[in-house]
């Protein structure tokens, strides 16, 4: 099951996004690299897929989900645990 993501955890991440957005997509693109490559690679791939769409507009989406995503199950275990 996936994590709930609260407006809260969205408020944060969109700010942090939002205040320089390329230099954000460009950190997510080498972190991922190193992070989840596997998942890199298909988030490049489906944004290549397609020329009528926006290949960073994609990848930046999907970004944003996936940390989106990160740090609601970051706060999923460290409520488990504290619990």
Same mark, same amino acid.
């Given at each position: 099951? !996936?994590?709930?993501?609260?407006? +809260?955890?969205? &408020?944060? *991440? ?5 205040? @320089? ?10 972190? !991922?690299?190193?992070?989840?490559? +596997?998942?890199? &690679?298909? *988030? ?5 897929? @397609? ?33």
């Amino acid at each position: 099951m !996936l994590p709930i993501i609260t407006e +809260e955890m969205a &408020s944060e *991440i969109f700010t942090e996004v939002f205040q @320089d957005v390329q230099a954000w997509r460009k950190n997510m693109v080498q972190y !991922l690299k190193e992070e989840n490559p +596997e998942i890199n &690679s298909a *988030i490049l791939e489906v944004a290549k897929y @397609d020329e009528g769409i926006d290949l960073k507009a994609v990848a930046l989406g999907a970004y944003l989900s996936y940390r989106l995503l990160e740090v609601a199950t970051e706060d999923d275990v460290l409520g488990t645990i504290n619990e």
